[in-house]
């Protein structure tokens, strides 16, 4: 009991009464289909589970999460006309169960003529349909010649309340970006790969310190198959972050997530 404290105060969670029933065990078993349900969770949750600081409406289903998987839908339209359409993401946990959805607002005009350049919004709601995180992306410029004007993401949880950015910073040879918070201030880093191609394999983009020093996680680009990935738009990604990261840094990881699917991903030959 005592090391289960120790633990648990390391988790950032409170220590349990005596007697009081092991939260690990007073949570229901998740069925055998989870995989293919949409959560929520039925009950409410114990006091103890209770967050020690209140939490933007909607992010709670974050809260204990250490890998998000996010799966764009494949657009049929889109397939046989062969137009850009606006993309659809599920948003699960590590179980496959889906907790959000995400959707894309932008006109055909930019879907057209920008192409992954566009300007953008992605409305990200919950299984009961609250819009609890707004993506805006600007008009903006992706390449190392232009270093004035790159990429920039912002985040709001709720929405019309801002919790960050995601920037893009100017390096010669690698795709680099930045968290940073509402206040426009660093968080960290996000490092790719020299060559986004995939080359039939999966793309990591390290989560770093500001300093570079030390990896605390990581957003993968899966391999998703030859025939997926030449014939389709269709990407899945994982979000590898601690669990006690604060929901508003995992929401922007969301965030930027999108982004590079934009940026390195959106064209049909991507992956190979």
Known sequence: MASKDVQNQRRGLPRFL??????????????????????????????SFLPTVSLPPGLEYLSQLDLIIIHQQVELLGMILGTETSNKYEIKNNLGQRIYFAVEES????????????????????????????????????????????????????????????????????????????????????????????????????????????????????????????FTNADNFGIHVPADLDVTVKAAMIGACFLFDFMFFEHSLAGL
Do not use: H, M
Not at 25 to 42: D, E, G, R, Y
Not at 130 to 146: D, F
Not at 172 to 193: S, Y
């Open 18 to 47: 005596p007697g009081a029933p092991d939260p690990d065990q007073s949570l229901p078993a998740s069925s055998s289909n989870s995989a293919t349900q949409a959560w929520q969770p039925s009950l409410p949750l114990p006091n």
């Open 107 to 230: 006109i055909c005009f930019n879907r057209t003529f920008c192409s992954t350049l566009r300007s953008c919004t992605l409305r990200i709601t919950d299984n009961s349909g609250q819009e609890v995180i707004t993506v805006n992306r600007p008009l903006r410029c992706n390449s190392c010649w232009c270093p004035c004007y790159l990429q920039e993401l912002e985040i709001q949880a709720p929405p019309g309340t801002i919790v960050g950015y995601v920037a893009q910073k100017w390096d010669p040879f690698l795709p680099k970006f930045t968290i940073q918070n509402a206040n426009k201030e660093d968080i960290l880093k996000i490092v790719g790969p020299c060559a986004t191609c995939g080359c039939f394999g999966d793309v990591d983009f390290e989560v770093k310190t500001i300093n570079e020093k030390l990896t605390i996680g990581k957003i993968s680009k899966y391999w998703s198959g030859f025939v997926n990935n030449v």
